[in-house]
């Protein structure tokens, strides 16, 4: 093996053994993006699914009323407060927003009236100033719900109606959004708060002042932390994947292959900010707020924590500029809309164009001591 290689695996080994023996770093890196993806994740719900929490108040005792609040309890749309008997408890409730709306059942409900010979009845809903949006939506779904018993009882005809179609392709849930920028973040977070943080400590403990008396360049240490940093990552980013496919139902329907050959080159492109950043400062309070000031736009307009569409539109355009955008869009698409590495060759040219300016900015600052 040529003996410039053979030093860059041997400061790989050395780098990949002296990760897995931090704690500390194995929970920033592995630990921390984990419970973000439990939080996101609890909040998306896994998936698309619209849910309404109410409370039902049966004041009637008719055996309709009760098949149809059984009906509501066993709903999945409907998330029934079982708790809430009254009505000044669930307005009580509404007031803290523990529920969207309840719903009221009157005494003559599900009754057969004088001169009728089905049973009829109007439930009420009744909701906050805040909620009237969740009303209207509930209202809606009670109405289709009355509308399919009504059909059982009286043959009615409508001149007019509407029909649905399904489309043969899967559209983004806010989950998949919410997860491809969580492997943004976990990115951004591995390769540029991690050199951030080692370089100025090796530095203060003289450790890279010493590697300068060696034959050891500044490539070599720079590619033997960018293969060390590449295999971290991927098994990182490989359990957040795990994770969101066996908890939250995640649908990987990309190359898997292709995915990770995009993420070793995002992680690379972003590695190369922690380089730049921690090889110039000569100590931690030297760089913090250097890094605060480049990580903290990334972190909120490159679609990490919500969509960029929801942007303005000269937002949208700036942000795309940005060096963590390319990677999270890279990876929504191939991991989420099966694209492939042809498909996305926008994302990877801008990529390929930060990690030019970047490593060529890294070089430039790097300092040993």
Known sequence: MNKSFYTVATFVRINTKRF?????????????????????????????DVSFKVAFINHSDSQFAKQFTKQAQDSKVLKVNKETTTLDDAKEKMSRS???????????????????????????????QNNQQSAVA???????????????FVDTKVPFSVKSEQLNQRSLSAFDYTFAGLLGFAIMGMGIFGPMNVFPELKKMGILRRLSTTPLRVWQYFLATMVGQAVIG???????????????????????????????????????????????????????PLGNIITFPMMFLSGTFFPRFLMPEWLQTASSFLPLTPVIDGIRL????????????????????????????????????
Do not use: C
């Open 20 to 48: 897995f023996r931090d704690r500390l770093a194995l929970f920033f890196t592995v630990g921390f993006p984990l419970i973000f993806l439990f939080v996101f994740g609890s909040l998306n719900g896994g998936g698309n």
């Open 98 to 128: 523990e529920i969207d709306a309840a719903v009221v059942l009157p005494k003559d409900f599900g009754k057969v009236q004088q001169g009728q010979s089905v049973p009829s009845g109007q439930a009420k809903v009744i909701y906050t």
């Open 138 to 152: 509930l209202s809606s779904v009670l109405e289709a719900q009355f509308k399919a018993i009504n059909s059982k």
């Open 234 to 288: 991927l098994i990182s980013l490989a359990i957040m994947f795990a994770v969101a496919i066996v908890i939250f139902k995640l649908k990987v329907v990309g190359n898997p292959i292709e995915l990770a050959v995009f993420m070793v080159l995002g992680i690379i492109m972003i590695l190369g900010i922690g380089l730049a950043l921690g090889g110039w400062a000569k100590n931690e309070r030297q760089v913090a």
């Open 334 to 369: 191939i991991a989420t809309e099966g694209a492939h590495l042809v498909n996305i060759l926008p994302q990877i040219g801008l990529i390929a164009a930060w990690m030019v300016v970047i490593y060529a900015i890294a070089f430039k600052v790097f300092r040993w001591e």
